[in-house]
Structure formats: C-alpha cells, structure tokens
C-alpha cells in the first residue's frame, strides 16, 4: 500500500542552524501539508501545498519557514534559524480530495523528530 | 476559531468491552471530520473519514458517528483488544477551509488482556 515517506526520522539541531526535513508523498496526491506536535501538546496544522504554491498556512508559520516540491516526488520543509520552541514531531501528509465527494483523508508520515540544543 | 476537544482524555478497559470515545467541535461549518489513531512515538494511520453530508462511516469494528448540528462526534470500538491500545485523535477540516486539519487532543485508550 502506498504510503508516506520522512527523512530523517530524528534530527538534533542546534539553535540558530537551518534544517530541512524532507517528505515524499503518496506518488498520485497532488495536495501536500506539514503538521506539527510538540511533546504532550495538540497536533498543529502549518501549511497546505498545491499547485506549487501555498494554500493556507497557519500564524506558526513564519517568516523563518518556507515549504518547496524541488522535484516530482519530493516535499521539504525548512526552518531557517531554529530556535529552541521548534523542537517538535513533524509531520507531513498528502492527499488526493475528490471534493465532488468530500474524500479528503489525509494520509501521513511518521514524522521527524527535531531537537533543538 | 475551531476548538475541537476529546472526552475522556485517558481510558482504560478490559479486553472485550465495547466503548464510545467523544469529539466535540466548536463550529458546525465543517467540510469532514476524520479519526485517526496514533501509536506512541509514530505518526497517524487514519481509521475513518466523515463527511459532513454524512451520518456515519463503519470500517470493520469501529464505527464513527456525526452530528453536525450539535458539533459532536462518536467512535464506537466493539469488542476491545489488547492490540486497539493507543491515542485516538479526532480532527475536523472546516467549511471553507478544505485542508487544514484542527485536532483535539486525543483519547490515550489501554485494552489489558
């Protein structure tokens, strides 16, 4: 079965460095997004990709995030300067919404987890 | 803003018992509401998706309820096992908003033999 795919699984940063997790979605999805959870916390949405731009991003994402589809299968995040508070499970999701018939299961990785030292 | 909450916040059961798991959501504009279940340190499989224009979805022994109306969503698990313990999470894509998901905060379920 098809499935999402992350890299890497654990990431140790330290504060002020720049990361770039990366995410392969399902092959035939067309709609991509990044999910965040810090540890014990609720998991928070942070932006929706499509059609090479974004969709809708959410008030986390800032100035010091930014999503690219620098090929056919892969989708990356980067966080320019990270900071201690963007140590997280994140995770990536894709799908493929049929909206004539609302089917917009989500589909999502395992997630990489980001420390920050 | 879209709340969404999950009662209770932990349960524990014996293998065998049926259960109900709760969601609640503050704005009934929803496009659909989706069940996931998260095991620890891994991401989420997703179990049921809801569409607002539904009622509910079954997939083997879970089925998942929707009142839009009142903003609040059900998971039934029949017969336990040991092998359902894990967090359940309830997320909802709102009306206009297709893609982005707003989790409650999880049911954390044991089944012990």
């Known amino acids: 079965e098809p499935e999402v795919t992350q890299t890497p699984s654990h990431q140790v940063t330290q504060m002020g460095q720049e990361v770039i997790l990366r995410c392969v979605p399902i092959s035939n999805h067309l709609y991509f997004y990044w999910y965040r959870q810090i540890l014990g916390q609720k998991v928070e949405f942070l932006v929706s990709?499509?059609?090479?731009?974004?969709?809708?991003k959410s008030e986390i994402f800032d100035d010091q995030f930014s999503v690219e589809r620098p090929d056919g299968s892969n989708f990356t995040l980067k966080i320019r300067s990270t900071k201690l508070e963007d140590s997280a499970m994140y995770f990536c999701?894709?799908?493929?919404?049929?909206?004539?018939?609302?089917?917009?299961?989500?589909?999502f990785g395992p997630g990489t987890r980001l420390t920050v030292l | 803003k879209q709340e969404v909450t999950q009662i209770p916040a932990a349960l524990s059961v014996p293998e065998g018992e049926n259960l109900v798991l709760n969601c609640s959501f503050t704005d009934s504009a929803i496009y659909n509401l989706q069940w996931f279940r998260q095991d620890p340190g891994k991401g989420l499989t997703s179990l049921l998706l809801?569409?607002?224009?539904?009622r509910e979805q079954t997939s083997g022994r879970l089925n998942a309820s929707l009142d839009k109306s009142s903003g609040r969503s059900t998971l039934y698990i029949a017969a336990s096992q040991p092998g359902d313990s894990a967090t359940y999470l309830c997320?909802?894509?709102?009306?206009?908003?297709?893609?982005?998901?707003?989790f409650g905060q999880g049911t954390i379920l044991t089944v012990h033999p």
């Open positions: 809801i569409q607002s224009s539904q």
């Open positions: 990709f499509y059609n090479n731009e974004i969709s809708e």
């Open positions: 999701a894709s799908s493929d919404p049929d909206r004539s018939h609302g089917t917009d299961t989500q589909y």
């Open positions: 997320a909802v894509a709102g009306g206009t908003s297709y893609g982005k998901l707003t």
